[in-house]
């Protein structure tokens, strides 16, 4: 999409008012008080793997959960017009698990719609479904030509290094960037098709039955190049002795975007990290560092999901807070320590 073009949306989008709840978007994973209904929030097509204009030409309806309010279920096939972001195929059907805990069985658009995917545990699930329409439209077109967890404000693209004190970015350094951070002058890089992006969960010191069985919280990142030729990866920056993962890579969870723990910005001059034909580099993370998810009380899962660029991998994980939350709470005084020692 050409420069001027992507301007027009930002103007665009600075002139729409906040979107009506969508109908039946799965809820977010928790327990709700008897009696009550699951409100939808507003979409988030910034954080979406996926997001494609289609048409939905087969409902199947599965199992009702009987809960209260009851937890419908279906599985979609829809006919792919158009793809804003992710790697399906326009033109090919797909089917994807529709899921929404609410009091009436959710009624599905019959024209053409919008559709908001996550690809968890080898299957596509729906995170938004909308009927389109042309503002809302240039909005979400927008929102997928940032990088996953910005997100539009007043018009104007923000990054989530924004709430970062300080210099967080050379100054006046855009090159190759057709958007960049209202707020940092950060650019809107990806990291290109080419690259592949993959996260795997790390065994546990000590695997404890019915505990951990997805670890201690921490992931091995790993981007690669498949190809025969050289890549250059925009999204993923070194200083040209080191990756600097911490400044690249964010984490989705709860519908809100953080910034990998120990983050400071960029305040110096950076290059894009570019990879030979078949080479690739890891970093391990630790999701349980992060500070701000509502983290579960007793047995219950939460999702991350690992962004850079465009890309991102989305990891359920099962919490256990009689186990981990003695490892958070290490992990703080840890951050604590390292945010007040001297630099060297």
Not at 198 to 205: L, R
């Given at each position: 999409?050409?420069?001027?073009i992507l301007?027009?949306?930002?103007?665009?989008?600075?002139t729409?008012t906040?979107?009506?709840?969508l109908?039946?978007?799965?809820?977010?994973?928790?327990?709700l008080p008897?009696?009550e209904?699951a409100?939808?929030?507003?979409?988030?097509w910034?954080?979406a793997?996926?997001v494609?204009v289609?048409?939905?030409?087969?409902?199947i309806?599965g199992?009702?959960?009987k809960?209260?309010?009851?937890?419908?279920?279906h599985?979609l096939?829809?006919s792919?017009k158009?793809v804003?972001?992710g790697t399906?195929?326009?033109?090919?059907?797909?089917?994807?698990?529709?899921s929404?805990r609410q009091e009436?069985e959710?009624?599905?658009?019959?024209g053409q719609?919008?559709?908001?995917?996550e690809?968890?545990?080898?299957?596509y699930?729906v995170?938004a479904?909308?009927e389109v329409k042309?503002?809302?439209?240039?909005?979400?077109?927008l929102?997928?030509n940032l990088?996953l967890?910005?997100?539009v404000?007043a018009g104007?693209?923000v990054?989530p290094?924004?709430?970062?004190s300080g210099?967080?970015?050379?100054k006046?350094?855009k090159a190759?960037?057709?958007l960049a951070c209202?707020?940092?002058?950060?650019?809107?890089?990806?990291?290109g098709?080419?690259a592949?992006?993959?996260?795997?969960?790390?065994?546990?010191?000590v695997?404890?039955?019915f505990?951990?069985?997805?670890?201690?919280?921490e992931y091995q990142?790993?981007?690669?190049?498949?190809?025969e030729k050289p890549i250059?990866?925009?999204a993923l920056?070194?200083?040209?002795k080191?990756?600097?993962w911490?400044?690249?890579l964010?984490?989705?969870?709860?519908?809100?975007a953080?910034?990998?723990p120990?983050?400071k910005g960029?305040a110096?001059?950076?290059q894009?990290?570019?990879?030979?034909p078949?080479?690739?580099?890891s970093?391990?993370?630790?999701a349980?560092?992060?500070e701000?998810?509502q983290?579960?009380?007793?047995?219950?899962?939460?999702?991350f999901q690992?962004?850079l660029?465009?890309?991102?991998?989305?990891?359920?994980?099962y919490?256990?807070?009689?186990?981990?939350?003695?490892?958070?709470?290490?992990?703080?005084?840890l951050q604590?320590?390292?945010?007040?020692k001297?630099?060297?």
């Open positions: 999409m050409k420069a001027s301007v027009q949306l930002l103007t665009v989008c600075s729409l906040a979107a009506e709840p109908s039946g978007v799965r809820p977010l994973l928790g327990r008897v009696g209904d409100k939808p929030a507003a979409p988030k910034g954080a793997q996926i494609f289609g048409t939905v030409e087969k409902v309806a199992p009702v959960a809960s209260f309010p009851p937890i419908y279920n599985t096939e829809f792919v158009e804003l972001r399906i195929k326009a033109g090919a059907p797909i089917r994807v698990h529709h929404a009436i959710p009624v599905f658009p019959k719609c919008v559709v908001a995917l690809f968890v545990r080898d299957g699930n995170i479904l909308k042309i503002a809302e439209l240039a909005e979400i077109q929102l997928v990088p967890g910005w997100k404000a104007k693209a990054s290094w924004s709430e970062l210099k967080v970015w050379p006046d350094s190759g960037a057709k209202a707020k940092t002058g950060r650019p809107a890089w990806m990291a098709e080419s592949s992006f993959k996260v795997e969960k790390v065994a546990p010191k695997a404890v039955e505990t951990n069985p997805d670890g201690d919280g990142i790993t981007v690669g190049n498949p190809t250059t990866l925009e920056r070194t200083n040209g080191n990756i600097l911490k400044e690249s964010v984490i989705l969870c709860q519908e809100n953080y910034l990998i120990g983050a960029i110096q001059p950076s894009a990290l570019v990879l030979k078949g080479e690739s580099v970093t391990i993370v630790q349980l560092a992060l701000g998810p983290w579960p009380n007793g047995g219950y899962r939460i999702q690992f962004c660029g465009e890309k991102s991998v989305v990891q359920s994980f919490y256990f807070s009689r186990h981990h939350d003695g490892i958070r709470q290490g992990l703080k005084a604590r320590e390292l945010d007040v001297p630099q060297s």
